[in-house]
């Protein structure tokens, strides 16, 4: 994609945009930390999504996930403005599930009014939506008011759901208070979550996986009309292709949906055989 402009898009790699996208829309991503048996890995490196899920069952010490420091987005951020950005938008994981956006805005702040740091409050292609809008509404030479419109406009409209195969690794985590209270009676069953204004909530449970993938697939075809989708997994990609061939004929989607095997980062708190769906309603 060729074009000029003097606004920078950042994000980091929670969003989980496919490369592809990520090369074509000029997308500065920053890859977020997993650490495993004591070794720090940057998101991407060191251990594919695929082996991940496939050890994260058995393995003896649960990873943990960090973000990229403070330092890595100022070093961005300085070396954009010196290339001749004027605004560089910064778009992250929900604030009140990470750090991440805590540790993009206080390096913003050492560079005025150029950098404006944005809590997606999604997570996975929640966000990445509203960063590919943005590129977009880049790419057509919008100015920095119109792009931040565009992001605003999207996150109002974007949804997260999914089915996990256990409650599990989301009470291990820490981060959601229900999982930890609600386990005894959840040990055998699909919980399924919505990610909704930066919280993890509960939306109900089903009692095996095929009835799960139902239950998803209705989810679905009840958003009604359809912007821009993603079916997401956690190494579930079998379901997650015959969600889509089984749905399809309810969209008027012209081309086929990312199926993203979604980031290490997420998925640690998540486990495998995880399935969902972002979506953004017209």
């Known amino acids: ?32 930390i997993m650490v495993i048996d004591g070794e720090s890995l940057e998101d991407g490196r060191g251990i594919s999504r695929e082996e991940f899920y496939r050890r994260l069952p058995v393995m003896k010490q649960t990873p943990t996930t960090a973000t ?13 403005l010196t290339q001749g950005f004027k605004h560089i938008v910064s778009i992250h994981a929900a ?48 100015p920095l008011e119109k792009v931040l419109e565009v992001i ?53 449970e089903s009692r095996t996986r095929n009835k799960g ?16 989708l993603a079916l997401l997994h956690t190494n579930a990609e079998v379901d997650a292709r015959r969600i889509w061939e089984e749905i399809k004929n309810y969209t008027s989607l012209a081309e086929s949906p990312p199926i993203v095997n979604i980031t290490t980062i997420i998925g640690v708190h998540t486990g495998p055989n995880g399935l969902g769906f972002a979506v953004v309603r017209k």
């Open 1 to 32: 994609m060729d074009f000029d402009s003097s606004i920078a898009l950042v994000t980091d790699s929670t969003a989980d945009i496919p490369d592809d996208l990520v090369a074509r829309h000029r997308i500065h991503v920053i890859a977020n």
């Open 68 to 80: 990229a420091s403070t330092g890595v987005y100022e070093e961005l951020y300085e070396r954009l």
């Open 95 to 142: 604030s009140a599930l990470s750090g991440i956006f805590n540790a993009a805005h206080l390096a913003a702040s050492n560079f005025g009014n150029q950098i404006h740091v944005i809590d997606s409050e999604q997570l996975s292609l929640g966000s990445g939506f509203q960063v590919l809008a943005a590129a977009e509404a880049i790419a057509r030479g919008a």
């Open 152 to 204: 605003t406009n999207v996150q109002r409209r974007v949804r997260v759901i999914a089915m996990l195969d256990t409650l599990e690794y989301v009470r291990r985590s820490g981060r959601v208070s229900w999982a930890r209270a609600r386990l005894g009676s959840l040990l055998n069953i699909k919980p399924f979550v919505e990610v909704s204004a930066g919280k993890v909530l509960s939306i109900g």
């Open 213 to 228: 993938i139902e239950r998803l697939k209705q989810l679905l075809i009840n958003q009604g009309a359809i912007e821009r």
